[in-house]
T-cell receptor, first 110, second 113 residues
């Protein structure tokens, strides 16, 4: 148990819909990072938030956006869902050290 | 971040030491070697990291060659619960929110009973 929680655990959406995924970080961690993991691949960095500001972004289009709240919890929003967005979405919290990952949200886009 | 190369899969007998190699020939002087593992359907789990000295913790040992171009993660007495995908990652020291990890495809380690 890392103390990082994510919700929901599973989600099914259809193409074109929008989705919001949530992450509660470990106590005291001020940085949250989001990753997308397609089947059989390693996690790919989407972006990270540090003290409520986006601080680094991977090669993902603007329809992937996020928020970090004053308590350091975070949301990942994906608009105009595409079939290729089907993946495991992982969040990780940290504070100038090792990243602690949540269990992930498995998203299926039909 | 420097690129890493790992074998796609390895087997190890239960109770034996599992030695997982990683090549990182383009590593820079300020980059650390980190190891994470991912057990099926779970989030990655931090194992260990090092800069140039060998490191040991309750989970594993990390041996980094003197030229720092390769390293080996050692699980001293592998158990069935160590079956997972192991990722070797090279990165600069995390600071002020710059904590991105670049994962490759890792090594799928299977512990054989």
């Amino acid at each position: 148990e890392t103390g990082v929680t994510q919700s929901p655990t599973h989600l099914i959406k259809t193409r074109g819909q929008q989705v919001t995924l949530r992450c509660s970080s470990q106590s005291g961690h001020n940085t949250v990072s989001w990753y997308q993991q397609a089947l059989g691949q390693g996690p790919q960095f989407i972006f990270q938030y540090y003290r409520e500001e986006e601080n680094g972004r991977g090669n993902f289009p603007p329809r992937f956006s996020g928020l970090q709240f004053p308590n350091y919890s975070s949301e990942l929003n994906v608009n105009a869902l595409e079939l290729d967005d089907s993946a495991l979405y992982l969040c990780a919290s940290s504070r100038q050290g090792e990243q602690y990952f949540g269990p992930g949200t498995r998203l299926l886009v039909l | 971040d420097a690129k890493t190369t790992q074998p796609p899969s390895m087997d190890c007998a239960e109770g034996r030491a599992a030695n997982l190699p990683c090549n990182h020939s383009t590593i820079s002087g300020n980059e650390y070697v980190y190891w994470y593992r991912q057990i099926h359907s779970q989030g990655p789990q931090y194992i260990i990291h090092g800069l140039k000295n060998n490191e040991t913790n309750e989970m594993a040992s990390l041996i980094i060659t003197e030229d720092r171009k390769s390293s080996t993660l050692i699980l001293p007495h592998a158990t069935l619960r160590d079956t997972a995908v192991y990722y070797c990652i090279v990165r600069v020291a995390p600071n002020f929110g710059n904590e991105k990890l670049t994962f490759g495809t890792g090594t799928r380690l299977t512990i054989i009973p």
